[in-house]
């Protein structure tokens, strides 16, 4: 991959460490996260169930989601800058599951406020601005009756990774790195890349977004890469807790046309990794099927699921689901001949199609194409032989115009 030169103007910003570091202790092997004191054995996961958005409910159980890990003071020190990172991907309706529920961050910003800290909510979608996606969904009314501050992480600036497994520097967001902590709270989505996104996904908003189709792009068809991507970018901006939105999940077509699924739980976790594993369990994903998950087996450093505190609610498993098509059947690996591999993956792997029956030629997926395989003729045109897999396309369509197709021998042979 090819790697840029920007400096941190300020070392100490690349690594932070807050209170109670045993909660966010760096996971990897040798390394791995100092159990809660007061489970001595386990490190820990709460979900709590909360069955809608009433403002004093999600409030309640953001708060007993939090209380079982120790409470918002064992993650906040009183007088701390802290940013809250929902995911704001795009101009959307509340109701369409596409955002973090404001009631959620409404939630997460009070009880960082009690803690006696100062709450400062940013993100950067892949489209547009974080301004506009918070008129949207209702929450720029939210901070502004809480007197809360929005800011677009926008001004890329190279942060070294020195413990990254595989990426060593990265473009980060300038104003995402001048925080004394950070706090991830995502919204639960299929994804048709990622199969699912959760709290690791999540911080790859802090990208800002005209540098998130490098990634893209450098990644390739490889959906592997990239998740491995974003487990070196979750260690590096290391947030001190995660609390994800569940209550309305979305399934299907994620992240960006899939359809509200409600689950009815809130999740959190000092370390996402472990949040998203007991999340995908619950929803009946194999860890095999998604890509940050397997890259972390790969790396030896996902979390063993028998030693995972799960704390309050005895959630049942989600039966029904709806995934989207599997990014990259199992079988592909790096040990094939490259052109087998290459033929393989191409008649297997899921690509995006259009229903130009909904497509408006709006023009905004030729405009986030990363690698400019897509034409606007008639109809909108794509190059599949070019065409890297990304879906990006398929995130920023504001129709629902783009889905995923099974590649023609995945159709063929559904068992592959
Ligand atoms: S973004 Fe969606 S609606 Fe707009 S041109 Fe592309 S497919 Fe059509
Ligand atoms: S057509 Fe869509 S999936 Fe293919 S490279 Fe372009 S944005 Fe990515």
Redesign the pocket.
């Known amino acids: 991959m090819k790697e840029t030169t920007l400096l941190v103007d300020d070392p100490a910003q690349r690594r932070r460490k807050g209170p109670d570091y045993d909660l966010r202790a760096d996971p990897r092997p040798g390394n791995r996260p100092t159990p809660m004191k007061e489970n001595p054995e386990k490190a820990a996961v709460s979900v709590i169930r909360c069955p809608d958005y009433g403002t004093d409910r999600v409030y309640g159980a953001v708060k007993e989601a939090v209380g079982l890990l120790g409470g918002m003071g064992r993650f906040v020190k009183k007088g701390e800058r802290i940013l809250l990172k929902p995911n704001l991907l795009a101009a959307k309706p509340v109701d369409s599951a596409v955002t973090t529920h404001p009631h959620v961050v409404k939630a997460v910003l009070r009880l960082v406020k009690e803690a006696g800290a100062a709450p400062v909510v940013g993100d950067s979608p892949g489209l547009g601005s974080a301004r506009k996606v918070a008129d949207k969904c209702g929450l720029a009314g939210i901070l502004k009756d809480t007197g809360t501050e929005l800011i677009e992480l926008k001004e890329p600036v190279e942060a070294e990774n020195p413990e990254g497994h595989t990426f060593k520097r990265f473009e980060v967001a300038r104003e995402a790195l001048g925080f004394d902590g950070i706090i991830n709270i995502p919204k639960l989505k299929t994804h048709v890349q990622m199969f699912l996104t959760m709290g690791v996904k999540n911080m790859f908003g802090c990208v800002p977004g005209k540098k998130k189709p490098q990634w893209?792009l450098a990644a390739g068809t490889d959906a592997l890469f990239f998740a491995g991507m974003l487990l070196d970018l979750y260690y590096l901006l290391r947030p001190r807790l995660t609390i994800m939105d569940a209550i309305t999940a979305m399934e299907g077509n994620g992240p960006g046309s899939g359809d509200p699924r409600d689950l009815g739980l809130v999740f959190a976790s000092p370390d996402a990794l472990m949040m998203d594993t007991v999340a995908a369990g619950l929803l009946g994903a194999r860890a095999y099927d998604v890509p940050v998950l397997r890259v972390a087996m790969e790396r030896g450093i996902a979390p063993d699921e028998s030693a995972i505190n799960t704390l309050g609610e005895k959630a049942q498993p989600v039966r029904d689901f709806r995934f989207p098509p599997l990014m990259s059947p199992n079988f592909i690996t790096s040990r094939l001949p490259y052109f087998v591999d290459k033929i393989l993956r191409k008649s297997l792997t899921a690509?995006?199609n259009i229903n130009h029956g909904i497509c408006t030629r709006c023009n905004i997926?030729v405009e986030?194409?990363?690698?400019?395989?897509?034409e606007r003729k008639d109809r909108i045109l794509?190059?599949?032989d070019?065409?890297?897999?990304?879906?990006?396309?398929?995130e920023m369509c504001p129709h629902g115009a783009?889905t995923s197709k099974e590649g023609w021998l995945k159709r063929l042979i559904p068992g592959l």
């Open positions: 893209h690509r995006p997926c986030v194409c990363p690698p400019s395989v897509m794509i190059d599949y070019k065409c890297i897999r990304c879906f990006c396309c398929q783009i």
